[in-house]
């Protein structure tokens, strides 16, 4: 099946400092790509939709100055955390889709922030 | 906004029992998807139905879809376990947007 990778796959950071996380699609064109952030035994919560070379889409309560997302290329997203606090820690998942066809997941990033 | 519920919430079962974990949609489903998460990793794409009461199956794993009752239901047979893990359903909203939605989860665990 299609694999999504993402990169690092666990970051520790001090407070107030910018992390990035990348998301790339091996062998497919992700025309849509996805974020999302999952809290300890909670379900995932989708953080924004992008289009690749358009601007993202974010869910209520998500901060698009906090959290910037680039889908720059059909192969590639990132995530940006910046200044981070500690409440940014978490486990955040990409996933991504050519088309209508199923979405793949990326196998997560787990962000501490100290 | 589409929901989905879960249920159970948790499951706890010996090795080489049966289980169903159910998944109930608010509205109508046009795609429902099945993963698997092992604590602390990504997502493992299970497999996805289509509407019509279409059922499949992966390796021990059955998913059936019932468009009426708006529900999908997954079986394992004879547990094992490596089917330990958190179950999620997630189903592609309407209108042919394809933002998906997930429900909260199954936790899983099987005793040898």
């Known amino acids: 099946g299609a694999v999504v990778s993402q990169h690092p796959s666990r970051v520790i950071c001090k407070s107030g400092t910018s992390v990035k996380i990348e998301c790339r699609s091996l062998?497919?064109?992700?025309?849509?790509m996805f974020w999302y952030r999952q809290f300890p035994k909670k379900s995932l919560m989708l953080m924004a939709t992008?289009?690749?070379?358009?601007?993202?889409?974010?869910e209520q309560g998500v901060e698009k100055d906090k959290f910037l997302i680039n889908h720059a290329s059909l192969t590639l997203s990132t995530l940006t955390v910046t200044s981070a606090h500690p409440e940014d820690s978490s486990f955040y998942i990409c996933?991504?889709?050519?088309?209508?066809?199923?979405?793949?997941f990326g196998p997560g990033t787990r962000l501490l922030v100290l | 906004s589409q929901e989905l519920e879960q249920s159970p919430q948790s499951l706890i079962v010996q090795e080489g029992k049966n289980l169903t974990i159910n998944c109930t949609s608010s509205?109508?489903?046009?795609?429902l998807y099945w993963y698997k998460q092992k604590y602390g990793e990504g997502l493992i794409f299970l497999m996805m139905?289509?509407?019509?009461?279409e059922e499949k199956s992966h390796e021990k794993i059955t998913a059936k879809l019932d468009e009426k009752k708006q529900q999908s239901s997954l079986h394992i047979t004879a547990s094992q376990p490596s089917h330990a893990g958190i179950y999620l359903c997630?189903?592609?909203?309407?209108?042919?947007?394809?933002?998906?939605?997930f429900g909260r989860g199954t936790s899983l665990i099987v005793h040898p």
């Open positions: 062998d497919f064109q992700a025309t849509t």
């Open positions: 139905l289509q509407k019509g009461g």
């Open positions: 996933s991504a889709r050519e088309g209508a066809q199923t979405q793949y």
């Open positions: 997630g189903a592609d909203s309407s209108g042919g947007s394809y933002i998906p939605t």
């Open positions: 509205k109508t489903l046009y795609g």
């Open positions: 992008s289009n690749e070379g358009s601007k993202a889409t974010y």
